[in-house]
């Protein structure tokens, strides 16, 4: 018998997966670490941080699993997108690691876009540079942080950081890779060009693998913190949205799904790099070699209801914690007491800037049309409904630019909700589906270490051997289809109407920070 680790690194917390040859879920464990945002719209964490999770999360995993660490065959890597770890030339973190989320680099996105010219690097990464992605961040360092930038060495994203940490390898994989706007998407190599018209040594890039290929193998070192067996071949896995759509069964074309975590994606197979005209989407290569997939990115998905947890759903916190249950689970009947549209009241979930469709690190959450006699209900309501509507743009953009949409999957922690799901469903007017194993990117991960030790014999037949997905939402009434249809169209009005004024407040907060 042969068992297989997943390690997803999120934004919240490590999670490790321990699955069976055969893909059934043996036991898991998450272990969590707090996220940093020492100015507006920055967010940092310390890459220690992750490594302790992971040692803590792995052996977890294989407790409940019923097996010791070292009978484990193989691992794959997954984990949060985009985020930067300077290394310096012993090796050491320079500074936290800036995050996916984090928004401080829009004057960098514009001088590189400038200096590469924005056609020629569309061609090179099929996308436009973002606040988000990799690149801006070394540019940013660069010209504010001086000092640190001169001792880096290599550049690592989070979950490649892991693989350092567990074999010793720089080392990273074609779906992470396609994030930093440094590495050339087609033809799924590092882009010299880019590099050197950034000044930025190729050698402080990590060797890039296919997803499911060996990239390492567990050093003595993190044998003795994790109890894995010295040896254990590690894969180059996938950021989290490819490992996750694996772990969903995203494989074949007209396969889509729709993650609803800390962020909200809406991932879509192709067979070939396809771009939208403007922009608004991401294509990256899959972790199924030789492919690509085309995603919408919300920042803040159920982000969005976690902070509406932390700061406006105290009294839900308090009577869970008395019950012992999830809060999430009685804000979301508090939501599913009130009526569809809220009674008017929209809720933008522009909480840490937006991707899709608005690349704008200035947009800002908003609600709109309060009133008297709006309470919890419908605020909790409200946030669901717009990143319903948040998700809907995202899904639109797809149809347009012609990709195969058939079965929708929903994954992630929202997607456990009901009313999310009822929402969700009326505003796509579409059925929607679960993969069985509802374990995620972890899962996808373990899977990409099987097809690498030759267990299966790729990835879609990985996935047809372990994969089913059943109805969790069937399609939704018309009437309901027709009432958020006319609330999308208010909710697409607003943006436009305060675009100019999250611009101007954002320069007047910098100027007050200045």
Known sequence: MAYL????????????????????????????????????GWAEQDPADWWRAT???????????????????????????????????????????????????????????????????????????????????????????????????????PKDYIRF??????????SDASGTSLFDVPRRCWSGEILDALGIPESWMPRVYESPEISGRIHATAAAETGLKEGTPVVGGGGDQAAGAVGSGIVSPGAVSISLGTSGVVFAYADEPATDPELRTHTFCHAVPGKWHVMGVMLSAAGSLRWYRDHLAQHEVEVATRLEVDPYELICAEAARAPLGSEGLLFLPYLTGERTPYPDPHARGVFFGL????????????????????????????????VPIGQVRVSGGGARSAIWREVLAATLNTPLFQATTEEGAAFGAALLAGVGLGLYPSVPEACARTIAAREVTPA???????????????????????????DETARIVQEEQA
Not at 5 to 10: A, E, K, P, S
Not at 30 to 35: F, G, N, R, S, V
Not at 165 to 174: D, I, K, N
């Open 5 to 40: 680790l997943g390690i997803d690194v999120g934004t919240s917390g490590t999670k490790a997966l321990v699955i069976s040859e055969e893909g059934v879920p043996l036991g898991s464990a998450t272990a969590d670490y707090p996220l940093s945002t020492p100015q507006p």
């Open 55 to 157: 040692a803590v999360a792995i052996r977890g995993a294989c407790e409940r699993a019923g097996i010791a660490p070292e009978a484990i065959s193989g691992i794959g890597l997954s984990g949060q997108m985009h985020g930067s770890v300077f290394l310096d030339d012993a090796h050491q973190v320079i500074r936290p690691a800036i995050l996916w989320c984090d928004q401080r680099t829009a004057a960098q996105c514009e001088r590189i876009t400038e200096r590469v010219g924005r056609d020629h690097l569309v061609r090179i990464t099929c996308n436009q540079v973002l606040t988000g992605f990799t690149a801006p961040k070394i540019v940013w360092l660069q010209e504010n942080e001086p000092e640190a930038y001169a001792r880096v060495r290599k550049v690592l994203l």
């Open 165 to 174: 940490r567990l074999t010793g390898e720089f080392a990273t994989e074609v």
């Open 371 to 402: 009133s008297l006699r709006h309470d919890r209900r419908h605020m909790a309501r409200a946030v669901i409904e717009g990143v319903s509507f948040g998700l809907r743009d995202s899904f639109e953009i797809l149809k347009a630019m012609g």
């Open 476 to 502: 939704p009434p018309a009437v309901e289809v027709a009432a958020y249809n006319a609330y999308h169209r208010i909710y697409r009005q607003l943006y436009a109407q305060l675009k100019d004024l999250f």
